[in-house]
């Protein structure tokens, strides 16, 4: 059993920047890859952006460059780092722990947090 806890959203205008953390406790934390993804309303949930356990990372084109993901197994942590946002970046942010297989498709995922609402007002 793994829970997942997202913090860190919130409103900001166009260009501002926001991090989220996601905290994960349950099961050792270092053994798991994990994922970021996002759902807007009346779109289906999407790929944002993973990280291995050995912190190799993967982003959804249409946050790289923008988006940085990382993590911290000390303290059992995975964060989003969101830079020059855009109105197009707001949904509710998840994230999760991945299976295996590819990380773009969130059928490889298990566990998910409950998610953090991003809104980016334009």
């Known amino acids: 059993q793994v829970q997942l806890v997202e913090s860190g959203g919130g409103l900001v205008h166009t260009g501002g920047s926001l991090r989220l953390s996601c905290a994960a406790s349950g099961r050792t934390f270092s053994n798991n890859d994990m994922g970021w993804f996002r759902q807007a309303p009346g779109k289906e949930r999407e790929f944002v952006a993973g990280?291995?356990?050995?912190?190799?990372?993967y982003y959804a084109e249409s946050v790289k460059g923008r988006f940085t993901i990382s993590r911290d197994n000390a303290v059992n942590t995975v964060y989003l780092q969101m830079n020059s946002l855009k109105p197009e970046d707001t949904a509710v942010y998840y994230c999760?722990?991945?299976?295996?297989?590819?990380?773009?498709?969130?059928?490889?995922?298990?566990?998910w947090g409950q998610g953090t609402q991003v809104t980016v007002s334009s």
């Open positions: 999760a722990t991945h299976l295996g297989g590819t990380v773009y498709s969130s059928y490889n995922y298990d566990y």
């Open positions: 990280i291995t356990r050995t912190s190799m990372t």
